[in-house]
T-cell receptor
Framework: AQSVTQLDSHVSVSEGTPVLLRCNYS??????LFWYVQHPNKGLQLLLK??????LVKGINGFEAEFKKSETSFHLTKPSAHMSDAAEYFC????????????FGTGTRLQVFP | ETGVTQSPTHLIKTRGQQVTLRCSSQ?????VSWYQQALGQGPQFIFQ???????GRGNFPPRFSGLQFPNYSSELNVNALELDDSALYLC???????????FGSGTQLSVL
């Protein structure tokens, strides 16, 4: 069975400093992994996805994530936070090429202070 | 902004009532998935419709049901509402059950 664990429910950073949102996964298959972002009163938006082509995945808005099989991790990073990055971030796992069921983590709320 | 629209945006019902939520998928998309997001939690998969047929269901009771229409819009119906059904209900559309989902802004359902 697949699952994801987001290790921090809240992360606070200052504008211009690096962002690290941590995610560990569990999967009996070779997983597809995603990060989604949810801004208030807006729909979920795909930031990036990993599907085994490359371990370092670049996404939108300067975010990237590294797949580490040995650590079963898929942490999301950004070198420099912007105020507009403040939102809820979800780590997501699904079976490869079978997204009839996305499994979401519980989310990490990112706060960015000026 | 995606082309997925959900209605209504907010809804208040009482226990035991029935509710219908609606979703218009993005143009060209033939797959619709529904998710329930309780407060402080990640979304949970309810079910998916592909070309008007149910194509996968999560761990939700039969009182959660759905439809997909020939224009690929969709409805989520919940009967005999319970307090725990209070949540944000999200609809997502995609092409041919693909992995790139486009989410609507959701319907916030409150059950009193």
């Amino acid at each position: 069975a697949q699952s994801v664990t987001q290790l921090d429910s809240h992360v606070s950073v200052s504008e211009g400093t690096p962002v690290l949102l941590r995610c560990n996964y569990s999967s009996s298959y070779s997983p597809s992994l995603f990060w989604y972002v949810q801004h208030p009163n807006k729909g979920l938006q795909l930031l990036l996805k990993y599907t085994s082509a490359a371990t370092l995945v670049k996404g939108i808005n300067g975010f990237e994530a590294e797949f580490k099989k040995s650590e079963t991790s898929f942490h999301l990073t950004k070198p420099s936070a912007h105020m507009s990055d403040a939102a809820e971030y979800f780590c997501v796992v699904s079976r490869p090429y079978n997204t009839d069921k996305l499994i979401f983590g519980t989310g990490t709320r990112l706060q960015v202070f000026p | 902004e995606t082309g997925v629209t959900q209605s209504p945006t907010h809804l208040i019902k009482t226990r035991g009532q029935q509710v219908t939520l609606r979703c218009s998928s993005q143009s060209g998309h033939n797959t619709v998935s529904w998710y329930q997001q309780a407060l402080g939690q990640g979304p949970q998969f309810i079910f998916q419709y592909y070309r008007e047929e149910e194509n996968g269901r999560g761990n939700f009771p039969p009182r959660f049901s759905g439809l997909q229409f020939p224009n690929y819009s969709s409805e989520l119906n919940v009967n005999a509402l319970e307090l725990d059904d209070s949540a944000l209900y999200l609809c997502a559309s995609s092409v041919d059950r693909g992995e790139k989902l486009f989410f609507g802004s959701g319907t916030q359902l409150s059950v009193l």
